[in-house]
């Protein structure tokens, strides 16, 4: 692909991606942008591929092998979200193309509902909003209701949500302390935990803040709960695979825990059509919610803007940092120089290769960037003084290549 001038560039962004990504585009040169406000699959979404050289996403259209295989044009994917099931990975990286998401830009909604959960059963709430909604019973007690002020808050996972929340809920007057498997610097006052045990018997609300990986799954079980203070609360808006819910449930029936805030389930129903199944259902003290503890106008807009941020810097000049499928080279400006993205399969011979084409090219290099990751290699070469007639047909021949874009100062 040789490179081309920002005008010509088309920018697809499907299912009402926020309005801030448009703006953002626009505010970079690029104008031509079209927001569609649903997904596209099948027929559709290919014939809209074929002159496409930016898509953006959300969680419901599927990008698959055959798709990718269909378009030429593609040179970016970005999911305005952050999972990236959506996208054929692997597919999308052999075809050259980097997929960007915005893991964090939801940080603070997390955050933000987690302390309004705390408050929440810390109070017996949804019991006593139950009982009203279901026949108008009138549970006027301060029995079992607690300001959150003075409690301990223990943490599971100090990271990016961890540590909001753990700033929240200083400024409520709560003691934080928390547990993560890296030595972290601790905000506040908060204090670490050696261990997971320390913390659960340590702690008046647990709130999971770890990602899903083999040792997280099942991190909360019957054991664990067991193990913390009676009538404690524990929330979970982490992901569905860390609590063991048959436990939880059992510990919310038999009394030795006061609440639960399950915002994620293990199994977790695909759209409105399907229903929850849970062993929490009707056991009154628990707050459910459907996974939406990152769903905000703030975040969408925060999203917009971190992924459509990631494809214009790709897109001006080769970063890819942040790409979840694809080498991440960090790369300076190249304000005097004209820069090549070479991106070819990972085998030995590759850089050689290309350097003799810029050495029969008679250019001077003056910076290369070299990454390589899952099969696919990316170089980037800065060459000094803009080179005339140089395109991707002298690097095309190059075996193994994959894509090539000539970038010009
Ligand atoms: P992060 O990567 O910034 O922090 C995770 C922390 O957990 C890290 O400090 C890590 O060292 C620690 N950790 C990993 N394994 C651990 C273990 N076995 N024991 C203790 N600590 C461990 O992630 P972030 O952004 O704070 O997200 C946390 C979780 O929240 C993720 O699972 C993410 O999927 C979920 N999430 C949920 C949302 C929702 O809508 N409910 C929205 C956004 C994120």
């Excluded at 309004?116 to 006027?140: F, S, V, Y």
């Excluded at 506040?188 to 261990?195: D, E, F, K, Q």
């Excluded at 018997?201 to 999971?208: G, K, M, Q, Y």
Aim: proline share 4%; aromatic share 4%.
């Amino acid at each position: 692909m040789h490179s081309l001038s920002k005008d010509k560039i088309n920018v697809l962004l499907l299912e009402g991606v926020h309005q801030s990504a448009v703006e953002n585009f626009h505010a970079q040169g690029y104008k031509n942008v079209e927001l569609l406000p649903t997904a596209l699959q099948g027929e559709a979404l290919l014939e809209k591929l074929k002159n496409t050289h930016i898509l953006g996403i959300r969680s419901r259209t599927q990008v698959s092998q055959e798709a990718l295989s269909q378009t030429s044009k593609l040179m970016a994917i970005g999911c305005f979200c952050i999972g990236t099931n959506q996208v054929d990975l692997n597919a999308a990286a052999s075809h050259g193309i980097p997929v960007f998401n915005a893991p964090f830009s939801n940080t603070r909604s997390v955050a933000e509902l987690v302390i309004g959960e705390a408050i929440m059963l810390m109070r017996g709430i949804p019991q006593k909003n139950m009982a009203l909604h279901l026949d108008g019973t009138w549970l006027k007690t301060a029995e079992r209701s607690y300001e959150l002020r003075g409690k301990t808050l223990g943490i599971v996972g100090y990271g990016h949500i961890g540590m909001q929340v753990a700033q929240l809920a200083e400024n409520f007057g709560m003691n934080v302390i928390y547990y993560d498997i890296e030595s972290k610097l601790s905000m506040g006052n908060a204090r670490p935990c050696a261990t997971l045990d320390e913390l659960l018997t340590r702690s008046n609300i647990v709130t999971l803040h770890v990602p899903e990986t083999p040792e997280t799954q099942n991190m909360i079980t019957q054991k664990e709960i067991s193990q913390m203070l009676p009538g404690a609360c524990l929330i979970n808006a982490s992901r569905g695979t860390v609590v063991n819910i048959d436990d939880l449930a059992s510990a919310l029936e038999a009394k030795h825990l006061s609440g639960a805030a399950i915002d994620v389930f293990p199994q977790e129903p695909k759209g409105k059509d399907e229903k929850l199944t849970s062993a929490l259902r009707g056991i009154t003290q628990t707050l459910l919610t459907p996974h939406i503890g990152g769903s905000t106008k703030e975040a969408q807009a925060n999203i917009a803007v971190e992924v459509s941020e990631k494809l214009i810097k790709y897109s001006d000049n080769g970063s890819t940092t942040g790409a979840v499928n694809f080498p991440e080279v960090n790369l300076p400006p190249h304000p005097n120089s004209q820069r090549i993205l070479h991106i070819h399969q990972n085998k030995p011979g590759m850089l050689n290769a290309l350097n003799t084409v810029f050495g029969q090219l008679g250019a001077n290099i003056s910076g290369q960037y070299l990454q390589t990751k899952n099969g696919v290699g990316y170089v980037v070469t800065d060459i000094e003084s803009q080179q005339k007639g140089l395109n991707n047909s002298h690097f095309k021949n190059i075996e193994g290549t994959i894509k090539t874009r000539v970038l010009y100062a």
